[in-house]
């Protein structure tokens, strides 16, 4: 069979098998665009189910678009801790800030419109399109990218940009058949997550596509998709300092553009300092009257790994370059980056312990 019979074949049983199988999940109890935006935002780079409480959470404190173009900035990453990537929610306010300034508050009814709101690429714009509104736009990610390689038993590499758009536009193409667009599109979906699994693990037994699948037939499902390795991620060596003056920790900001920008954090040297340059750097900002080394620990980003050793030191006077704040206020008001948190816990249980 050519990709167009599979594909206009597949749209029928896909979408019926989604209707029966769909996992339930708070953002699929609505079909408001504003919501459908929020899940597919928290959902790049986060599992379903750590994203649960998130998307909770974040509908409760901002429930439209218009919460959302006011909060405060403090606010809106305070929600986002934990979820990493934090230009994701800065962009998510200016969209929202267009929205209402544009459009009334109302999410344009146009996959091209939607693509050029701050932070809605592509794929957003197809699934909010399609999801929300039911219009015949795809919505291609690694999941769907899964399920037609194995589909059409292609060999293309899919972390290619030129994989993704064709497979965009084939699947334009077979939209129009669907009854409803948004089931077609969670159907894709919903099966490169839970039947046509990503490791060599498809459960072909359980597939409402099986019939039509070309790698299952060549006993190539397991070996596909093909993903030619990344690059490797650049090291950057850290040393972090928690630094302590009467109960209260230091913070300071990072610079406005780069990894993490604008974000609160320990203050830092970038490179590993031994014990005797620690100390100096210690007493640059007054000194300290104690200090050991503490947790190292490394943090992945997308291309980058902070490989980081961290000190802890009661400081003999309170630097006033530095944001310091009790340990109660930045646990439960200030945004810490997941980068810094191991450090923040670690601390707090040995405070607690000490107590
Ligand atoms: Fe994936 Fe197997 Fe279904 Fe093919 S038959 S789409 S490999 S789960």
Request: glycine share 6%; proline share 6%.
């Amino acid at each position: 069979m050519d990709k167009q019979s599979i594909l206009a074949a597949m749209v029928s049983p896909l979408c019926s098998w989604y209707e029966l199988n769909k996992r339930d999940f708070p953002w699929r109890k609505s079909r408001d665009p504003y919501r459908v935006w929020v899940s597919e935002i928290m959902l790049q780079q986060t599992r379903t189910t750590a994203a649960i409480p998130y998307y909770e959470r974040f509908l409760q404190e901002l429930p439209t678009v218009f919460a959302l173009a006011e909060a405060p900035e403090e606010k809106l990453l305070k929600l986002w801790e934990g979820l990493g990537y934090y230009s994701r929610v800065r962009n998510m306010q200016k969209a929202a800030q267009k929205v209402v300034a544009d459009y009334g508050g109302t999410f344009p009814k146009d996959a091209q419109l939607l693509s050029k709101l701050p932070g809605i690429g592509v794929y957003t714009a197809g699934a909010v399109a399609s999801i929300a509104y039911g219009l015949p736009e795809p919505a291609v990610d690694g999941n769907v990218l899964r399920v037609l390689a194995r589909l059409f038993c292609d060999e293309a590499d899919i972390l290619l940009p030129e994989t993704k758009n064709r497979a965009h536009r084939e699947l334009k193409e077979v939209y129009p058949m669907a009854k409803d667009c948004s089931d077609l599109t969670q159907g894709l979906m919903e099966l490169g997550a839970t039947v046509c699994l990503p490791g060599g693990a498809p459960k072909c037994d359980e597939c409402p596509l099986a019939h039509l699948c070309e790698a299952k037939k060549a006993g190539m499902a397991e070996k596909l998709p093909v993903r030619n390795s990344k690059k490797e991620k650049k090291e950057v060596k850290r040393t972090v300092f928690l630094l302590e003056y009467e109960g209260e920790i230091a913070l300071c900001r990072r610079p406005k553009t780069g990894v993490l920008s604008g974000m609160w954090e320990f203050p830092a040297a970038e490179e590993h300092l031994t014990a005797k340059k620690a100390k100096q750097q210690l007493s640059l900002w007054g000194g300290a009257e104690e200090s050991a080394p503490f947790l190292s620990h490394k943090h992945v980003f997308t291309h980058l790994v902070w490989d980081m050793k961290s000190y802890r030191a009661q400081m003999k006077e309170k630097d006033e370059s530095f944001f310091w704040v009790t340990k109660e206020k930045l646990s439960e008001e200030i945004p810490l980056p997941s980068a810094m948190q191991p450090f923040f816990r670690a601390l707090s249980k040995e405070t607690d312990t000490k107590n």
